[in-house]
């Protein structure tokens, strides 16, 4: 698989959390075209990895809006 990042995602339609919590089920990612944003997927629910992602992005999170 080739890297992707900084390359455009393709559309799709699906359930999702957003920044604010919000649950989403119909969640298309064409909403937000011409912002920016990042993607993220994790492998599995209710796994030892999830959660540890999870927070590790949480934790990270200014530096990504120092990035913009």
């Given amino acids: 698989m080739s890297v992707l ?3 455009q995602a393709p559309d799709f339609t699906a359930a999702a959390v957003l920044a604010n919590g919000s ?3 119909g969640f298309q990612l064409s909403s937000l075209k011409g912002k920016k944003i990042m993607l993220f997927f994790y492998p ?3 796994t030892f990895v999830c959660p540890s992602e ?3 992005h949480h934790h990270r999170i200014a530096k ?3 990035k913009g």
């Fill in 5 to 7: 990042v900084t390359q």
């Fill in 23 to 25: 649950i989403v089920d």
């Fill in 44 to 46: 599995l629910d209710f």
């Fill in 54 to 56: 999870i927070l590790a």
């Fill in 64 to 66: 990504f809006a120092e």
